[in-house]
């Protein structure tokens, strides 16, 4: 079997075979979602997703294998990552599924089946109402209707129904919303961005005027323009956070070239080439007078936090970087 840890699904998407294409696009979303709350999947549930795709076993079986082996392991470490299977193989099979409804009903009912025995609230709503708004989409173009898509998933994000998962709640219903409408959004835009989306749905809904901050959908628009229109817009979360905005020039203005970056950071050969890439990408954006911790470091690579602390932690012992004193714990620079 290939590294399952190495895009376990990329040979089914590109793929032409449609039923193992559709499977494999529902299991790299259902597990990419799982970002959204910093959550990983193991190995086991891959393996488990891709026995599916090949026919080996139902998407039914498969939840009550990944139910079996938690049962088995009765591991409370592992908690999060059992919410992170079992909320997977949930996602893939609503994701198959092909009927839908558009109401609040199945808004709460799509809660429910992600989350029972998960969240001792799963499918119930907060004490706020939930109201929606339907457009009329047949008559304007797909780029014109785009702002008012985002405007909608922005609102019904923000409502925050449910105390827990409401993320992925509402990620799912709006691919399930736009499937219904004849988009076709099988494809792994909303597996490779989860971040960026979660990050682009605050920002629709954050104002801070006494900063000069309103709330706007430029975010999700570049998403659902990717998404819907094939267009390539960069989405790096980084663009999505305040401070990028007003350090944005400053930090354009200091960047120094590429190549004369290469040429003054040693990066060891003994160490994979994914972790010399990210090393490399690191030293691009941050130099030798810029500090750096976990969050950025996951910002920039789009990796979760225990990739992140990984790469610090190597990057310390090969003495690449050094903590930098007086700027909090946790706070990097590379070594000249």
Partial sequence: MKDIKKDPFEEYIRQSEPAKK???????TAIGLQAVDGLETSDYLKKTAKDNIDGRI????AGKLIESYYEETGNRSEDRTKEADIVSVRIAAILSEKAFTFSVPQYIGIHKRLFEGVFSNAGKIR????????YEYSTDSISSIIPHLAKFVARLWQIHAFGEGNTRTTAVFFIKYLRSMGFDVTNEIFAENAWYFRNSLVRANYTDLSNGIR?????LELFLRNLLLGETNKLKNRYTHIRWEKQKQDIDDKKQDIDDKKQDIDIPDSITNKTKQHIQMLFNEYGFDRFFGRTEVMDLLQITASPASSLIKKMLELEIIYPMKGKGKGKYLFRR
Avoid: C, P, R, V
């Fill in 22 to 28: 559709e499977l494999g696009y529902a299991w790299y």
């Fill in 58 to 61: 139902t998407i039914s079986e």
């Fill in 127 to 134: 004490d706020y109402n939930i109201s929606k708004k339907e």
């Fill in 215 to 219: 709330e706007t959908t430029e975010y």
